[in-house]
């Protein structure tokens, strides 16, 4: 159908706008850039499309346990390196049309407005609050609150979850925090204050997923004549004429390639593929380059640098029947914690708790509640270097996490907040065991869907319910291997240890093309989302954020692609050429 769409496009000399990759952002930008019918526009993506149509259950579904484990979703081989002892372990990033937005947990949040002051203060120019606001209202419909703060009429729809549909696990939790001084707030992108909120959520009217290849790419604008949408196509590198992007080349499942010629490149393949595509193509640090044989276009030393996620850890409970979720298939991140360290130099609001009604898709997930922390505003920076100049070797990705003490600080003050909210008289019937967790490469490994692991998911969960007084016993010797939330309480060694091992991430990747002012020698892009150093190239996704937001990141990222698209279409000069893909 594509390859149709792309035939139907006047051809001449180049495209107007290349797009390499097809996440959040990349569906966004040409959305919005072929508004303009007089451009022509190609979006590429590497993994297949999702459409309204196609788009299988567990990716439509509003529990998104399934979706982000399916290794069809997934770049299967990609790893990364969470704190400096840690193992590698898989990291997953969407590798489909519309990217995280179609495997995430549909959350819809924005952060704090002092985020995006930050950004201005850090050389973004122009991306405050007060310049990113209207774009937070133009790409969602809010179903619950309006107002200066709210969107009516954009392609995102979000609302809260009705309370009859939150589990009474989940409202239990909430009662104990509203005891423990934590109100319970209506509107979670609302005034930026510590409290709980019913989570912010996208979902289209009928309850399902809306990724952005579906709210954004609905059918007609995949029906207009200069949108060419192309997957399956590896990007191989960006070319270029001197120090101008002409295009990229793309390589085919077949093992051949084409060259794809454009009057404006644009990289949105987000945070880890974003930097890599960057390297191969010539830009980043000239030493590492020269090291793996790659011409080098632009000496930039911020390339892969700046790489930033929320460091996590969590709390878990046994849940008796009556706590579980009375709806399987119901969205399990139900409800947040938004709260202050008080640490020195921390922000209002630098720690984060997702309340989940369960833990996991599958029968043991299904008897476990969690409170799954992270840390809002990290400090921590990473890395990402190539392995080769092949695209097909994933970059090394390491995030450094809690190479700032003040992170690991944190993630502890974040164990014994739900250790102690978990153990609050008020939980006692509506919980039993308590233990720490955190979703670690053995968790990962069982959760894969497969008959050997059913089998042993099964037999567990039968064993977790008729285990009575010795199921604390059996939670510590099968499923933390040896470790119990009183010894870490009581041993700060013990509890610095277990969080600096046992740290995840949130699948929020961002920094590594980061925006900054001309005279950064770290800064990758300018405050357009323009590659310093060459012509005609721009990066668009969450690597160009100078610092995380206190949210999931999904959003955010929307919102820069929508602010990007109008500042390219400005920065354009008036081009009578007709253009077209090559098809």
């Not at 974003?274 to 980043?284: D, E, K, N, T």
Request: aromatic fraction near 6%.
């Amino acid at each position: 159908m594509h390859r149709l769409i792309a035939l139907r496009l006047t051809t001449f000399d180049v495209i107007d706008y290349l797009i390499l990759g097809g996440g959040s952002a990349g569906c966004v930008l040409a959305a919005r850039l072929s508004e303009d019918t007089s451009k022509s526009v190609c979006l590429i993506e590497a993994g297949r499309d999702i459409s309204q149509t196609t788009m299988p259950d567990a990716i439509r579904s509003r529990y998104p346990g399934r979706a982000y484990l399916d290794t069809n979703n997934i770049w299967q081989r990609l790893k990364a390196r969470m704190s400096a002892p840690a193992a590698l372990r898989r990291y997953e990033q969407a590798k489909l049309l519309g990217g995280g937005s179609a495997i995430n947990a549909l959350m819809a949040n924005r952060g704090a407005p002092a985020d995006y002051d930050e950004w201005d203060m850090l050389g973004a120019r122009g991306w405050n609050w007060q310049a990113c606001l209207p774009y937070f209202r133009k790409l969602e419909t809010d179903c619950d609150f309006g107002g200066e703060l709210h969107g009516a009429t954009g392609p995102l729809r979000i609302q809260r979850n009705a309370w009859p549909r939150i589990s009474p696990f989940v409202k239990a939790v909430l009662d104990t925090m509203q005891q423990r001084g934590h109100t319970l707030r209506e509107d979670q992108n609302g005034t930026w204050e510590d409290g709980t909120f019913i989570g912010a959520i996208a979902m289209s009217a009928d309850g399902e997923r809306i990724p952005t290849s579906v709210c954004y790419l609905d059918n007609e604008v995949r029906a207009r004549k200069n949108l060419s949408i192309r997957t399956g196509l590896v990007v191989d590198r960006v070319l270029f004429d001197g120090q101008r992007a002409m295009g990229a080349r793309v390589l085919r499942a077949d093992g051949t390639h084409e060259d794809v010629r454009a009057a404006r490149v644009i990289v949105s393949a987000g945070a880890i593929h974003s930097p890599a595509l960057l390297l191969r193509s010539g830009i980043g640090p000239a030493r590492d380059l020269a090291a793996l044989g790659i011409e080098v276009r632009a000496d930039r030393a911020g390339v892969g640098r700046n790489l930033m996620e929320h460091p996590s850890i969590a709390v878990s409970a046994f849940l008796p029947r009556a706590m579980r979720a009375p709806v399987p298939d119901e969205h399990h991140e139900q409800a947040i914690v938004r709260f202050s360290s008080g640490l020195p130099g921390t922000p209002p609001g630098d720690m984060h708790g997702a309340i989940l009604s369960r833990s996991g898709w599958h029968s043991v997930g299904y008897r476990l509640g969690t409170i799954f922390f992270w840390v809002n505003k990290s400090y921590s920076r990473g890395h990402l270097k190539l392995a080769s100049a092949s695209p097909f070797d994933e970059p090394k990705v390491d995030f450094a996490m809690l190479s700032d003490p003040r992170d690991l600080e944190r993630l502890k003050l974040a164990l014994r907040f739900g250790a102690q909210t978990l153990a609050a008289p008020s939980m006692a019937r509506h919980r039993d065991a308590i233990f720490p967790s955190s979703y670690s490469p053995r968790v990962a490994a069982v959760a894969l869907p497969g008959r050997w692991n059913a089998v042993q998911r099964g037999a567990l969960s039968a064993l977790l319910d008729a285990a009575g007084p010795l199921r604390a016993s059996l939670i510590r010797r099968v499923v933390t291997q040896g470790v119990s939330i009183d010894e870490l309480l009581a041993d700060d060694r013990a509890m610095t240890e277990f969080v600096i091992r046992s740290a995840g991430g949130t699948w929020h990747p961002s920094g590594t093309c980061r925006m900054g002012a001309a005279g950064d020698p770290l800064a990758v892009a300018d405050a357009d989302g323009a590659v310093y150093g060459v012509e005609g190239l721009h990066v668009c996704d969450a690597s160009l954020m100078p610092s995380i937001p206190c949210a999931n990141t999904n959003v955010p990222t929307i919102m820069i692609a929508e602010r990007v698209a109008d500042l390219i279409k400005r920065r354009a000069r008036p081009d009578a050429r007709r253009t077209s893909a090559i098809a």
